[in-house]
């Protein structure tokens, strides 16, 4: 009685069954001697290597492109000058007295220095998803869950890890001292008006709001790593122009050395390609360096909600994997993933590690050792993501 | 400001399982439908969808709410047995009703990095809901909120931060447990070491999963005015469901 032997093709196995396909790949049966590794070949603990390549735009204030395996995307960051007259809701803060000893103290504690950029929402992160950078995002639909789930990820994080200061978004005026000898009425009382205010010192005039965006241009699994490295990298990259504050347009102006012509910075800035050895230009300064790693948690049982019965006889069977950077197809897979932010680059890379943030979901496989054993991993990644960023 | 959880369940008629759920400010109610008929896109042919819907207080929800239902629906499914109901439904809505004030901060509808102490709200509505509605269930689950907050200093754990201790804290973490006391949540941000995140998961464990047994009540009285914020979640799970079936027979 002899049945026709069903063997595929590699290929064809992996469609039509991804999940006995993977794990066959990562637990081999003992007559092969083949060693355990995942369908696209690395190991369990591997990840793709970082390819970063920063301005890369010509048009942003800065920009990267962060390329791990298939998935690829894009980050441009782009300063828009917002006076503060602009914005509603404004709160003269203390700070704008004492900028000095003020702010030190408002940023320890935490409180205003972080209240600027969230309460003007000085940073604007926008992540897109583009249409054929993986099957199933189809043209003309709004932004998917994973979109704006991504986004706000991001948000948040930008803000709680506190990357970008926000005292080198403020733009300063300072009223000239010096006033004219043919001083008239009105002017004396206008100067009257400002020593009533008290407003010798400089004033807080606007802020610059970061637009980051970013775009995937293919999307093979773990987006949110790719994203967060392209964020980092545009914004080590990011220089503003120089501008001064012109108080009679009410507008803040390139300040420009080689050509006397003022133009408005938000003409100016829409071209920061042109000409731009002539536009002086500050790098904006980025407080560490956080990377994400993400794994995601493969079980040998198909479907991780398994019934009472089932986990209670195969307890022996309940193996699972953590696969560092899962692919797309992996990503099927594995209902639990685990996202660790950290930061080694306080004290010099001796210092202990700061966990920026925890992200763990959807399984009850990671407990506390497991977690506590994937912050090495994440540092390893640190180390690969910090020497592709240089 | 309630300190002390307070629970309601089958609040809502039409529903086929709902509750309310207060604490620490917040106030959530949540409503199941369910096993009902999924739409083609969402049919799975082995296990059954689970939607969450999370509508904020005011207006309507956005990308925050969108990542609030993530994580929420991702530890839901783990709780259902969803591979009893092939190809069906289990839609559950959580409605924001009050969330606390702070008169310090700026309140603006969308705010970066406020999503993480309403978390353990509306969990814990999922699940009293879900239990209303007679869902079948793996385990129930708890879940708590955790900042660490540093004061001349020393650095203290706080368990129910209010927003102005949300504003000062070092980090802010979510820990959510099963009835099984497995980690099945666990967001954190902020800035910290293992170590800390450590001590956060001690408090937590401590919070969610503390044992039931009358046995160890002098260590609890000594739990408790260490932390006195720390409510027991799983006790408190436990009396609100028995208290509603005792009601509920109350005929017989």
New interface residues.
């Given amino acids: 009685m002899a049945a026709p032997s069903l063997s595929f093709s590699r290929p064809v196995f992996a469609k039509l069954s991804p999940h006995p396909y993977l794990l066959r790949t990562l637990a081999p049966q003992p007559p092969s001697d083949a060693a355990a590794s995942r369908t696209n070949g690395r190991a369990p603990q591997e990840a793709r290597p970082v390819h970063i390549h920063t301005s890369s735009l010509s048009h942003a204030h800065g920009s990267a492109l962060v390329r791990t395996g298939d998935t690829t995307v894009i980050c441009g960051v782009r300063g828009e000058v917002l006076p503060v007259a602009n914005i509603p809701q404004y709160r003269p803060q203390a700070t704008q007295q004492q900028q000095d000893d003020g702010d030190e103290r408002a940023d320890e504690r935490g409180g205003l220095g972080r209240g600027e950029l969230k309460d003007y929402d000085l940073l604007v992160p926008n992540i897109e998803l583009a249409t054929g950078c993986a099957p199933q995002f189809l043209p003309g639909v709004p932004p998917t869950t994973l979109a704006q789930t991504l986004s706000t990820r991001v948000y948040s994080l930008l803000h709680s890890c506190r990357v970008v200061d926000p005292k080198s978004l403020r733009i300063w005026y300072t009223p000239p001292t010096e006033v004219g000898n043919n001083m008239d009425t009105e002017e004396q009382q206008r100067q009257q008006e400002e020593a009533d205010d008290g407003d010798d010192g400089p004033q807080l005039v606007a802020y610059w709001v970061l637009y980051i965006d970013l775009l995937f241009v293919s999307l093979d699994g773990n987006p949110f790593d790719a994203a967060w490295a392209a964020v980092m990298a545009a914004l080590r990259d990011t220089k503003l122009p120089a501008v001064r504050w012109d108080p009679d347009r009410q507008a803040a102006v390139l300040q420009n050395n080689s050509q006397p012509t003022t133009t408005t910075a938000t003409a100016a800035a829409a071209v920061p390609g042109q000409g731009k050895n002539s536009i002086k230009t500050t790098p904006l300064p980025v407080a560490g360096l956080p990377v994400a790693c993400t794994a995601a948690v493969f079980p040998e049982k198909k479907h991780g909600g398994e019934s009472m019965a089932a986990s209670a006889a195969a307890t022996v069977g309940n193996r699972h994997w953590i696969l560092l950077d899962p692919d797309r197809s992996e990503e099927t897979l594995c209902g639990e993933t685990i996202t660790m932010v950290v930061d080694c680059s306080s004290g010099g890379g001796g210092g202990e590690t700061r966990i920026k943030s925890i992200e763990k979901q959807g399984g009850v496989v990671l407990g506390r050792e497991l977690i506590r054993g994937f912050a090495g991993v994440a540092e390893k990644r640190w180390k690969e993501v910090r020497d592709a960023m240089q | 400001m309630t300190v002390i959880p307070e629970a309601t369940l089958s609040v809502l008629p039409r529903a086929d399982g709902s509750a309310r759920y207060a604490h620490a400010g917040y106030t959530v109610t949540a409503s199941v439908n369910g096993p009902i008929e999924a739409q083609r896109r969402d049919e799975h042919a082995?296990?059954a969808h689970v939607d969450v819907v999370v509508r904020p207080a005011a207006g309507t929800g956005?990308?925050?709410e969108?990542?609030l239902?993530?994580?929420i629906e991702?530890?839901l499914?783990?709780?259902?047995?969803?591979?009893?109901f092939p190809r069906q439904l289990i839609q559950i809505v959580l409605q924001i009703e009050t969330t606390p004030d702070n008169d310090?901060?700026?309140t603006?509808l969308?705010?970066?990095?406020l999503?993480f102490p309403i978390v353990p709200s509306l969990l814990q509505a999922a699940v009293l809901a879900l239990i209303s509605a007679a869902v079948p269930m793996?385990a129930t689950a708890t879940a708590s909120v955790v900042a660490v907050v540093s004061q001349e200093g020393t650095k203290r754990l706080v368990v129910d931060p209010s927003p102005r201790d949300l504003?000062?804290?070092?980090s802010v973490?979510v820990l959510a447990f099963?009835s099984?006391d497995?980690?099945?949540?666990?967001?954190?941000?902020?800035?910290?070491?293992?170590k800390e995140?450590?001590g956060v998961?001690e408090a937590a464990l401590k919070i969610c999963c503390r044992p039931t047994s009358t046995k160890a009540g002098i260590d609890v009285m000594l739990d408790d005015s260490e932390d006195a914020a720390g409510s027991d979640m799983r006790q408190f799970l436990r009396s609100t469901v028995e208290a509603k079936v005792a009601a509920d027979l109350y005929w017989k």
């Fill in positions: 082995f296990e956005g990308t925050r969108r990542h239902e993530s994580i991702s530890s499914t783990q709780l259902i047995l969803v591979k009893n310090y901060v700026n603006k969308v705010q970066a990095s999503n793996r504003e000062q804290a070092q973490h099963t099984h497995e980690l099945l949540l666990a967001e954190s941000e902020g800035d910290f070491t293992v995140w450590d998961y």
